[in-house]
């Protein structure tokens, strides 16, 4: 998100200390985050908590000391996004009703920039038919309203008025950013690791968090693809807008993959699968019994040499990852040929910063031409979105030629 640039429009609501995680969520995508507080906004945070997380002024007062005449003009037309976190019925009343008497009111007014408003308030107010059809009139001028959460508010009501997460708006403010260059496209992304039940309460399995996988489907969606995430067991939540499927087995990874491979542009396989699974899947639980046990394991489906060897049927550009603990390129480049891939992603898992349970990746892309890559400790999000810029520039080039 390098190069893009957010006002956050703070206003007089007890989640506006939420808004001081989003500025630093924002300024980690490397965005550059303006900040604009009402005076009552200053009632439950300074603007100096704002000041030192965005390294820039903020603004709260019309006609203070800070910035220039024309601030207010300025601001919402040279900016990418406006965000109004959190966003009271009063604010969200004036902005529906186009009246602008501070620099956060005008602001809006002036702007050409897109807006989004994140409602935070309590539950009764925010089911008011008054701030409902605000919200309404809103929606019809192009305002984008984040849906606000559930849950025990600060007042002591359950309902619909929680600030959505700072993650969540991040997600949102995103995809808004975004140039949806992936729209049109339709992406299968594999994940996670597999697991082979030995018994009813054991398995064999790996250490693959599905971090990267899950990364990927994130920024393909945020870039405007149909997005189909083939996911293991792991801990985290599938990201919003794309087609989850869970698997367990690699077996169950396999039928997956082949019903979801008809039409698609790009299949990214992140997904470790287990390369064996136990030869018999015990119906009870093992007893404790001999000194040592053995237990017989047969081959699993090598999904992607699959994939790769009928790739004719379905056209796609086919990318690997390669899991590596040693001769990271060389052995890379072997799985790239046999996979019949048009590239290959490898990372060394030995490592402490890149590799299965880490948020950070330092990775190598191997082309079919020979060609390799070498990226910098990136996060997986900066991984995923370059991994992506690849696989479309390749699909582009086969077009072309
Ligand atoms: N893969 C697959 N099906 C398997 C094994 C691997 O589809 N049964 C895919 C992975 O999703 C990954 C690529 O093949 O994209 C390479 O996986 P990796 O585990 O690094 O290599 P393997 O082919 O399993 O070889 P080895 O374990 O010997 O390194």
Known sequence: MNGKEVIL???????????AELVRLLM??????KVAM??????????LTFEALSGESVIHDMFGQ????????????????????????NFIGKMAHGIGD????????AATAKILVCPSMNTRMFENPAVQENLDLLKKRGFIIMEPGQGALACGTEGPGRLPEPDEILQQARKLLSDQDLSGLKILITAGP?????????YISNRSSGKMGYALARAATLRG????LVSGPTDLNPPPGLNFCQVITAEDMRRSVFENRSGCDIIIKAAAVSDYRPRDHAAQKIKKGPE???LELVKNPDILTELGSTIEEFPAVLVGFAAETEDLVANAEKKLKSKNLDMIVANDVSSKDAGFETDTNRVKIIYSDGRVDDSPLMTKDKVADLVLDRAKAIREAGLEG
Request: proline share 5%; charged share 20%; aromatic share 6%.
């Open 225 to 228: 693809a149909d997005v189909i």
């Open 292 to 294: 040592s046990l053995s």
């Open 66 to 89: 800070e910035g220039t005449a024309i601030d207010h003009i300025q601001w919402g037309q040279e900016s990418d996004l406006i965000i109004i976190a959190p966003a009271t019925a």
């Open 194 to 202: 597999t697991t082979e039940p030995i018994d009813p309460v054991r």
């Open 28 to 33: 980690e995508d490397d965005i550059l985050v």
């Open 38 to 47: 009402t005076k009552s906004a200053t009632k439950f945070v300074t603007p």
């Open 102 to 109: 501070d620099f956060l009111s005008t602001c809006v007014l």
């Open 9 to 19: 429009g703070v206003t007089g609501g007890i989640a506006a200390y939420k808004s």
